[in-house]
């Protein structure tokens, strides 16, 4: 079977039917909280990050397979937001809001808003619900207003936009005052809103983010990204995110082609593949992706999210090379993801992660990161581009 073909049996029948259980029709948007044993707590704060991905995942499935249902997801999840979500009076989206839509943490986080932008804008190229675009564009201009600096972008803000500390995009033991991530989600949002509606504002800035991306968070010598930084761009800490290398090097070339500029995208591209390469050597292991090493020490957890990005990284790097191992792997980590990384359960959808053996961790099914943009993102990509990659 092609993998397109399993990839979209995976969304239709395991995928959708599981988010769409999670709608709040009492209170509007998703349910914020499911624990290891399927007990969903309908009182749990909902994350304006989770209803975002909610938002981008149910348009762009609507949008891929015409389904009338979709499309009325993701108008409960776009009602939600715009009516809970955003903060009318200061501008910018809040991290998250009560079950029942009340503000919870009013922290603006700029990786925040740029997955608010990522969702409207597929949500836009589904309904031309005007309203969409023009909030999504509000937000970038906030993103550019509050939260960029002359060396770039800045991580986290009060509700009013005083800079505040970096607790939620900070790991490891470090306090970043930029990451490798932000900048990856920002350019992100930004691509989709310049696929959406493309502006001479939003292409400067994509193009400003790829030249930070390759000056200051790629290493040539290491052939990976660095991944906290403080203000000066000076590496905080010796740690390798496999994930995010794998998930960079498709994203990267993905919003870089919208730009149709060709030179760039040559240089680009050879910047990607170093990336898949490196991963495909050092992290590929046991039919599976590892997560990451600090300082040397791999740390071997199988993380939903990074096992989905992997088939799409590696489908995107044989694509460029035509080198059949990338095909293989891709294959391989998605027999991973169907043997060990699906929940079989009943009214369950992914595992947040397993060992490099598979065994499950008894960590949330739903929590305000863990939802379907990563493997619902994996099934649309692979129906898009309809690999010949056989599962």
């Known amino acids: 079977m092609r993998i397109a073909q399993a990839a979209q049996a995976m969304l239709e029948n395991g995928i959708v039917p599981f988010w769409k259980n999670l709608r709040d029709d009492e209170n509007g948007g998703y349910y914020g909280y499911m624990d290891f044993d399927l007990q969903l707590d309908k009182t749990a704060e909902k994350g304006c990050i989770l209803n975002s991905r909610i938002l981008w995942f149910f348009a762009s499935a609507a949008l891929a397979t015409g389904r009338e249902d979709l499309r009325a997801e993701a108008d409960h999840a776009y009602r939600f937001m715009t009516q809970h979500c955003v903060d009318r009076t200061n501008g910018g989206v809040y991290w998250s809001v009560t079950y029942d839509g009340k503000p919870l943490d009013t922290t603006k986080h700029t990786y925040n808003q740029a997955f608010a932008i990522y969702a409207l804008s597929a949500y836009y190229r589904l309904t031309k619900n005007a309203d969409a675009l023009a909030l999504a564009r509000s937000l970038f201009e906030a993103i550019e207003s509050h939260c960029t600096d002359a060396g770039g972008y800045l991580e986290a803000f009060t509700i009013d936009w005083q800079p505040e500390s970096n607790e939620k995009l900070s790991e490891n033991g470090v306090m970043a005052t930029r990451t490798m991530n932000t900048l990856l989600h920002v350019f ?190 994996m099934c649309l990509e692979l129906m898009r581009r309809d690999p010949d990659v056989q599962v």
């Open 188 to 377: 992100e949002g930004y691509a989709g809103l310049y696929e959406a509606a493309p502006s001479d504002e939003v292409r400067t800035a994509l193009v400003r983010i790829l030249d930070i991306y390759v000056t200051k968070i790629y290493s040539p010598e290491l052939h990976r990204q660095l991944v906290f930084f403080d203000h000066d761009y000076n590496s905080l800490i010796d740690l390798y995110s496999y994930g995010h290398d794998i998930e960079t090097s498709w994203l990267i070339d993905w919003g870089t082609r919208l730009l149709g500029d060709e030179k760039l995208t040559a240089s680009i591209k050879k910047v990607d593949s170093d990336l898949a390469q490196h991963i495909y050597e050092i992290a590929y292991t046991k039919h599976s992706v590892a997560n990451e090493c600090e300082r040397g020490t791999v740390n071997t957890t199988r993380v939903w999210w990074v096992q989905a990005e992997s088939v799409l990284g590696f489908v995107n790097e044989w694509e460029k090379s035509h080198d059949p191992k990338y095909a293989a792997a891709a294959a391989d980590i998605y027999h991973f993801i169907c043997d060990k990384m699906v929940d079989p359960r009943p009214g369950s959808e992914w595992f947040w992660q397993t060992d490099e053996n598979g065994v499950p961790a008894q960590k949330p099914i739903v929590e305000p990161w863990k939802c379907p943009y990563h493997n619902g993102r």
